[in-house]
């Protein structure tokens, strides 16, 4: 579950950053 939210967390930021 942790990998999951991780790589969920991840893909915001990503966008985010843009």
Known sequence: L???V???I???RH???K
Do not use: D, P, Q, W
Request: aromatic share 8%.
């Open 2 to 4: 942790n990998l999951l």
């Open 6 to 8: 991780f790589v969920g």
């Open 10 to 12: 991840k893909e915001i």
């Open 15 to 17: 966008e985010s950053t």
